[in-house]
């Protein structure tokens, strides 16, 4: 073999190994610079979902308060009717009486207030 041949050998030799040395390290690179990328978005997703959690524990908290203060309404309602439907039960027997133990004045009182509702509600003259 001629000189020149094996130097031209040992020169390609070389630089495959320089070109293999350097992919190496841009392959390690790469791993190192994935695997960190990998941990921050991991830490990143655990992040979100801790306060996803946390928001969907305040939200569900909060619903629960409506619905204890909706039946709370719903129920103190019920009352305030039942208290009305009471009193109007109560006028409504009272009315009764009255009419059944002073009938004449019952109708004057119903004339009169018959008479005054058409002065107030008629035709403006």
């Known amino acids: 073999m001629s000189p020149d041949i094996s130097n031209e050998q040992t020169r390609n030799a070389g630089t495959h190994e320089r070109i293999e040395r350097t992919a190496t390290r841009f392959k390690e690179g790469t791993s190192n610079a994935v695997s960190g990328a990998k941990e921050k978005f991991e830490a990143a997703a655990d992040h979100v979902e801790s306060g996803l959690h946390r928001a969907t524990d305040a939200s569900a908290r909060g619903a629960e308060r409506a619905a204890e203060k909706a039946g709370e ?15 109007a039960d109560d006028a409504m027997d009272n009315v009764r009486d009255f ?10 009182i119903a004339l009169a207030a018959g008479w005054l509702l058409g002065r107030l509600l008629g035709p403006r003259r």
């Open 73 to 87: 309404w719903r129920d103190r309602g019920a009352e305030l009717a039942s208290s009305a439907r009471e009193r």
């Open 99 to 108: 009419v059944r133990e002073k009938p004449v004045q019952s109708v004057a």
